[in-house]
């Protein structure tokens, strides 16, 4: 879906650029020593609109959130929504996450959340999913042992397509939900919720090593 350009976006920005991390990969490696305050770093890929991410970080005061977004006309209503809320524990990123590993070190993260991503249902797209062998590589790099990732989507083909992925790369799959329920959920979740559709969702967990699973012949055609 296309999002609607959004009127006065530059001072909107400007007003809410508190929160936003300017040059991120000047961080890279020392994100929780610029921000000492906080024990954990958690990252969310494509936040939005950013009310899953405002409220995970209200929820969870003690935890450090980078939320990437590239798109100006979502992020600018994420970061008001963090200004509106006082938030100090959460940070934006207005960059591509394809380059995750410009911004945060090996094991500097925690968890991962990927909310209700692009689906790409061609199969020659399959390689621009977050949820691709080559993406769980950059997530595999930035988490530390036992780091998370909290996968979420209302498309069912995409989510055992992507439960396959991550079980052929090694990850440790577990709390697989194919009706999952959550307090705090993006606006497209909420939406969903109305409309009665279910909603599916995992935890992958790293473990000791990843393996790039072989391309299947047909999978670019």
């Not at 991120?24 to 906080?38: H, I, R, T």
Request: glycine residues 6%; neutral net charge.
């Amino acid at each position: 879906m296309r999002m609607r350009k959004k009127p006065n976006l530059i001072p909107r920005l400007e007003r809410s650029s508190q929160v936003l991390e300017l040059a991120p990969e000047s961080l890279c490696g020392s994100w929780l020593d610029a921000y000492p305050s906080f024990g954990e770093l958690h990252v969310e890929l494509g936040c939005g609109k950013g009310r899953f991410t405002c409220e995970m970080a209200e929820a969870n005061p003690s935890v450090l959130f980078a939320a990437i977004e590239k798109v100006p006309d979502a992020l600018v209503v994420a970061m008001e929504r963090a200004c509106e809320r006082s938030l100090t524990n959460l940070r934006f990123i207005a960059k591509d996450a394809a380059n995750l590993g410009d911004y945060f070190a090996p094991g500097e993260v925690s968890r991962i959340y990927i909310n209700f991503p692009d689906p790409w249902p061609k199969k020659k797209q399959f390689k621009r999913r977050l949820t691709a062998p080559s993406f769980q590589k950059l997530c595999f790099d930035a988490l530390r042992p036992g780091g998370e990732i909290w996968f979420k989507t209302d498309n069912s083909p995409l989510f055992e397509w992507s439960l396959e992925q991550y079980e052929l790369c090694g990850w440790q799959v577990r709390d697989v939900s194919r009706d999952w329920r959550d307090t705090c959920m993006t606006d497209y979740e909420a939406k969903f919720r109305e409309q009665g559709v279910k909603i599916n969702r995992l935890v992958a967990v790293k473990s000791e090593n990843f393996v790039m699973p072989e391309s299947k012949k047909g999978d670019e055609e």
